[in-house]
């Protein structure tokens, strides 16, 4: 299995180019091509599999990848940590979900697949955005609701979108985005393009009613679709195991098969969704269980503190921080210095300050915006002012 | 008085008969008892008197053959049954603190957490309802009430079937005449926060009132302060019929008012003249009764005396109060937060116009949300703020 995983050669997010068959190149150890060699990483946790047989612990992966592992979760890391300070500020107004914690389930997906496979998530949207070469400045600009932001100010925080990525984006009900996202795969197995769906949920939305419907659907008309559960082990305010009979949830698709994936870990990702795709391509639907946690409160009213210890919080920031384990691997393999990627990290807070700053600046959206995009243009709608007889208007 | 006292208690006995009184229950108006506590704590308060008027009592531990063998005799007495309280993190007091304490009070059996599964909340609340029992179900917010929109349509009228997969509105509103009475769901409330905040955006701001209104066996209401949700939501939790209580989330902390701190009940279906005038009639609800009292005081200042009508239930709404009115005044205005087109504005302007023609001086106006999504940015242009009603209050009285 892991000899086709590395045969199908993903893409990944990060800016710095990998050469599409890495085993050729290994042959030639030129300096240029150094940080290109493979490395094979077990990892930690194996793989667990419901009606299936997992994958391989050994993860492929070059220096180069891991690098723009790190680089790329610390950005989305610093973003939230700054999202959250803008609330504060009540510069972002209605409701913030934050993804920190999180960060490897983005990042290790992103390097598994193309562009042109489809991700759409929950409110919880920001750093899949960024993962799918969205800018910082779209995404603060979205946030505080102005012009420049990726749905131009219009959507907030739970709604990210990134078409020309194939990101459908960041949906506000819980599970709403299930079914959309089996309604996507179809139209990709329709067209035969060899793309797949990831359609992403978290342990609370497991429970929804629509899974399971949709989930019939997809196995049903055999649908390249892959629904990852992001289990951050809360549903809001509840411990999964309170909210869910069994929280084993790769195994809560009963007749499609499951994967349980260590979400903390970048490679683990990386590989089950490689392992994915291949599998979604040829078989249809599989679920993903990304096994990992969230720091922040549910939103931004929730302290996160009331349902869970601080102790429980800490604990996984020390043993299992996805930033820290690709940082002790990068140091372990010395791929670079303490010191250098302490210079990322400063590089990267700084490209995020200067994308708030940016950001603020920009203007709200026009006032007609308000009315753009309810309807078509010209198809007949209109629109009218608080009084609906003195004062109308045609859309813009 | 006396009398009063001496039925609640009886009531407190006998509370499956009690639920019939939705029209003759005590009405408190002056509230000279009472602490100022804020909206939340009213919810918070009425949830404890229901809870606690509706006890589990000690039949209840029998079980199987004796209790189905006993139902009929139980449900007479009504002793068997007993209230409860549910809902996503409602246990530990729900995102707007308003079941706070109710757990730790009444145990985890009776306040409990539910999964992310609205439309398993609702269909599960109407088959504990069908039970006897009094169901008060929680939404965390009105925008997510949608994927439980079938089962609410079913409490009002269905011939009993195993069938569970529609919910309010075909589940709820059909239970009781599609069995012939037989069956029924009266004991469910469900209590949900609606309306703007001012910074909810999209999916936390929504007035999805006017859905429900469009369904027969389903009761809508809508309090406007701390005084009035405590005595209608005992009323909504008491009543034969199934209920959907929206709460104002916006006056959730910013509503404060005496309010009595024993058991009462406010009738439904009744509204409430807050304001006598003579030149206009305003209808409003929840929240917006603030807006249009503002407006009110503003247009007062220019010579225009306004009547203003608190509707508090949307169905059966209290056409009589309003014509009533309309007959004086020969004005109308409507003002809600959902959007204008098919809001539940428009049912009470087409009934108005059809009863009081003759008597109308101008055309009835609707001060409403517009007709887009509930924006993120530029909510001030969406809502029915008071500049607007003003205007409309001016245009209709000049007209």
Same mark, same amino acid.
């Given at each position: 299995?892991?000899?086709?995983?590395?045969?199908?050669?993903?893409?990944?997010?990060?800016?710095?180019?990998?050469?599409?068959?890495?085993?050729?190149?290994?042959?030639?150890?030129?300096?240029?091509?150094?940080?290109?060699?493979?490395?094979?990483?077990?990892?930690?946790?194996?793989?667990?599999?419901?009606?299936?047989?997992?994958?391989?612990?050994?993860?492929?992966?070059?220096?180069?990848?891991?690098?723009?592992?790190?680089?790329?979760?610390?950005?989305?890391?610093?973003?939230?940590?700054?999202?959250?300070?803008?609330?504060?500020?009540?510069?972002?107004?209605?409701?913030?979900?934050?993804?920190?914690?999180?960060?490897?389930?983005?990042?290790?997906?992103?390097?598994?697949?193309?562009?042109?496979?489809?991700?759409?998530?929950?409110?919880?949207?920001?750093?899949?955005?960024?993962?799918?070469?969205?800018?910082?400045?779209?995404?603060?600009?979205?946030?505080?609701?102005?012009?420049?932001?990726?749905?131009? =100010?219009? &959507?907030?925080?739970?709604?990210?979108?990134? @078409?020309?990525?194939? %990101? *459908?984006?960041?949906?506000?009900? $819980?599970?709403?985005?299930?079914?959309?996202?089996?309604?996507?795969?179809?139209?990709?197995?329709?067209?035969?393009?060899?793309?797949?769906?990831?359609?992403?949920?978290?342990?609370?939305?497991?429970?929804?009613?629509?899974?399971?419907?949709?989930?019939?659907?997809?196995?049903?008309?055999?649908?390249?679709?892959?629904?990852?559960?992001?289990?951050?082990?809360? =549903?809001? &305010?509840?411990?999964?195991?309170?909210?869910? @009979?069994?929280?084993? %949830? *790769?195994?809560?698709?009963?007749? $499609?098969?499951?994967?349980?994936?260590?979400?903390?870990?970048?490679?683990?990702?990386?590989?089950?969704?490689?392992?994915?795709?291949?599998?979604?391509?040829?078989?249809?639907?599989?679920?993903?269980?990304?096994?990992?946690?969230?720091?922040?409160?549910?939103?931004?009213?929730?302290?996160?503190?009331?349902?869970?210890?601080?102790?429980?919080?800490?604990?996984?920031?020390?043993?299992?921080?996805?930033?820290?384990?690709?940082?002790?691997?990068?140091?372990?393999?010395?791929?670079?210095?303490?010191?250098?990627?302490?210079?990322?990290?400063?590089?990267?807070?700084?490209?995020?300050?200067?994308?708030?700053?940016?950001?603020?600046?920009?203007?709200?959206?026009?006032?007609?915006?308000?009315?753009?995009?309810?309807?078509?243009?010209?198809?007949?709608?209109?629109?009218?002012?608080?009084?609906?007889?003195?004062?109308?208007?045609?859309?813009? | 008085?006396?009398?009063?006292?001496?039925?609640?208690?009886?009531?407190?006995?006998?509370?499956?008969?009690?639920?019939?009184?939705?029209?003759?229950?005590?009405?408190?108006?002056?509230?000279?008892?009472?602490?100022?506590?804020?909206?939340?704590?009213?919810?918070?308060?009425?949830?404890?008197?229901?809870?606690?008027?509706?006890?589990?009592?000690?039949?209840?531990?029998?079980?199987?053959?004796?209790?189905?063998?006993?139902?009929?005799?139980?449900?007479?007495?009504?002793?068997?049954?007993?209230?409860?309280?549910?809902?996503?993190?409602?246990?530990?007091?729900?995102?707007?603190?308003?079941?706070?304490?109710?757990?730790?009070?009444?145990?985890?059996?009776?306040?409990?957490?539910?999964?992310?599964?609205?439309?398993?909340?609702?269909?599960?609340?109407?088959?504990?309802?069908?039970?006897?029992?009094?169901?008060?179900?929680?939404?965390?917010?009105?925008?997510?009430?949608?994927?439980?929109?079938?089962?609410?349509?079913?409490?009002?009228?269905?011939?009993?079937?195993?069938?569970?997969?529609?919910?309010?509105?075909?589940?709820?509103?059909?239970?009781?005449?599609?069995?012939?009475?037989?069956?029924?769901?009266?004991?469910?409330?469900?209590?949900?926060?609606?309306?703007?905040?001012?910074?909810?955006?999209?999916?936390?701001?929504?007035?999805?009132?006017?859905?429900?209104?469009?369904?027969?066996?389903?009761?809508?209401?809508?309090?406007?302060?701390?005084?009035?949700?405590?005595?209608?939501?005992?009323?909504?939790?008491?009543?034969?019929?199934?209920?959907?209580?929206?709460?104002?989330?916006?006056?959730?902390?910013?509503?404060?008012?005496?309010?009595?701190?024993?058991?009462?009940?406010?009738?439904?279906?009744?509204?409430?003249?807050?304001?006598?005038?003579?030149?206009?009639?305003?209808?409003?609800?929840?929240?917006?009764?603030?807006?249009?009292?503002?407006?009110?005081?503003?247009?007062?200042?220019?010579?225009?005396?306004?009547?203003?009508?608190?509707?508090?239930?949307?169905?059966?709404?209290?056409?009589?109060?309003?014509?009533?009115?309309?007959?004086?005044?020969?004005?109308?205005?409507?003002?809600?937060?959902?959007?204008?087109?098919?809001?539940?504005?428009?049912?009470?302007?087409?009934?108005?116009?059809?009863?009081?023609?003759?008597?109308?001086?101008?055309?009835?106006?609707?001060?409403?949300?517009?007709?887009?999504?509930?924006?993120?940015?530029?909510?001030?242009?969406?809502?029915?703020?008071?500049?607007?009603?003003?205007?409309?209050?001016?245009?209709?009285?000049?007209?």
């Amino acid at each position: 299995m892991a000899v086709l995983a590395r045969s199908s050669s993903p893409s990944s997010l990060s800016k710095l180019l990998r050469p599409h068959s890495v085993s050729s190149l290994r042959s030639f150890s030129s300096s240029a091509a150094d940080d290109q060699r493979v490395l094979t990483i077990e990892t930690s946790v194996p793989f667990t599999g419901h009606r299936i047989e997992p994958p391989s612990r050994a993860v492929d992966t070059t220096p180069a990848e891991i690098l723009s592992f790190f680089r790329d979760m610390a950005v989305m890391r610093r973003m939230e940590i700054a999202a959250d300070s803008l609330y504060k500020a009540k510069l972002i107004r209605g409701f913030c979900h934050l993804y920190d914690g999180q960060e490897a389930v983005a990042v290790g997906m992103e390097a598994a697949i193309t562009k042109r496979d489809g991700i759409i998530t929950s409110y919880r949207d920001h750093c899949t955005f960024l993962g799918r070469g969205g800018t910082l400045l779209q995404a603060f600009a979205e946030l505080m609701g102005r012009r420049d932001g990726c749905a131009k =100010g219009k &959507g907030g925080s739970m709604h990210f979108y990134r @078409k020309e990525a194939s %990101y *459908y984006g960041g949906h506000g009900i $819980v599970g709403a985005q299930i079914p959309l996202g089996c309604g996507v795969a179809f139209a990709q197995k329709y067209s035969k393009d060899g793309s797949v769906t990831f359609a992403l949920y978290g342990d609370g939305a497991a429970n929804q009613g629509q899974l399971f419907e949709a989930l019939n659907m997809a196995a049903l008309l055999d649908l390249p679709a892959i629904l990852v559960c992001e289990n951050n082990h809360y =549903g809001m &305010g509840t411990a999964e195991w309170r909210a869910a @009979k069994s929280p084993a %949830y *790769y195994k809560r698709g009963d007749y $499609v098969p499951g994967l349980k994936v260590d979400g903390m870990d970048v490679l683990a990702v990386k590989q089950a969704c490689i392992f994915a795709k291949e599998y979604a391509l040829a078989n249809g639907p599989i679920i993903l269980e990304m096994d990992t946690y969230r720091y922040h409160g549910h939103s931004m009213s929730d302290p996160g503190s009331t349902y869970r210890t601080r102790d429980e919080i800490s604990g996984v920031r020390q043993e299992r921080d996805p930033i820290e384990r690709v940082r002790k691997l990068i140091l372990s393999h010395e791929l670079a210095s303490a010191s250098e990627l302490k210079d990322i990290e400063k590089e990267v807070r700084k490209e995020v300050d200067d994308a708030v700053a940016q950001a603020k600046e920009c203007p709200v959206p026009d006032p007609s915006e308000l009315f753009s995009n309810v309807y078509v243009k010209g198809f007949g709608a209109e629109t009218f002012g608080p009084d609906r007889k003195e004062v109308r208007s045609v859309l813009p | 008085m006396a009398t009063a006292m001496a039925l609640r208690s009886f009531g407190r006995r006998t509370s499956i008969a009690a639920r019939g009184f939705s029209g003759s229950c005590e009405t408190e108006k002056a509230a000279k008892d009472g602490k100022p506590i804020n909206l939340f704590s009213a919810i918070n308060q009425a949830l404890h008197i229901a809870l606690d008027t509706d006890p589990r009592s000690v039949l209840d531990h029998l079980v199987g053959y004796f209790l189905f063998r006993c139902r009929l005799i139980i449900n007479r007495v009504g002793s068997l049954f007993c209230a409860y309280v549910f809902g996503e993190d409602v246990r530990f007091g729900g995102v707007f603190r308003c079941t706070t304490g109710l757990a730790d009070r009444f145990g985890r059996s009776r306040v409990f957490n539910t999964p992310l599964c609205e439309q398993g909340i609702v269909g599960f609340a109407i088959g504990l309802a069908a039970m006897g029992n009094r169901a008060i179900a929680e939404i965390q917010f009105a925008d997510y009430i949608y994927p439980a929109f079938d089962q609410a349509f079913t409490a009002a009228p269905m011939a009993y079937s195993t069938k569970t997969e529609d919910s309010i509105v075909n589940e709820a509103a059909k239970f009781r005449y599609r069995s012939g009475n037989e069956f029924n769901c009266g004991g469910l409330t469900i209590r949900t926060p609606y309306g703007a905040v001012g910074h909810g955006g999209h999916y936390h701001s929504q007035s999805p009132e006017s859905f429900f209104c469009h369904v027969p066996g389903l009761k809508v209401v809508i309090p406007r302060s701390p005084q009035q949700a405590k005595g209608l939501l005992l009323s909504c939790i008491r009543d034969p019929n199934p209920s959907i209580f929206f709460e104002p989330k916006w006056l959730y902390r910013l509503a404060v008012e005496e309010v009595p701190e024993h058991d009462y009940m406010l009738p439904l279906s009744e509204a409430e003249v807050i304001r006598q005038g003579s030149d206009i009639t305003l209808v409003g609800w929840g929240a917006q009764l603030s807006v249009l009292e503002q407006a009110c005081v503003e247009a007062a200042k220019e010579g225009i005396s306004c009547e203003l009508i608190d509707l508090r239930t949307l169905i059966p709404w209290d056409k009589e109060t309003v014509e009533a009115s309309v007959r004086k005044t020969g004005k109308l205005l409507i003002s809600h937060e959902a959007p204008v087109t098919g809001g539940f504005g428009a049912e009470i302007s087409a009934s108005i116009a059809e009863s009081c023609f003759l008597r109308l001086e101008a055309p009835v106006a609707r001060i409403c949300g517009l007709d887009t999504p509930f924006p993120l940015v530029y909510e001030q242009f969406y809502m029915p703020t008071k500049n607007k009603i003003l205007d409309a209050i001016k245009a209709t009285v000049n007209y």
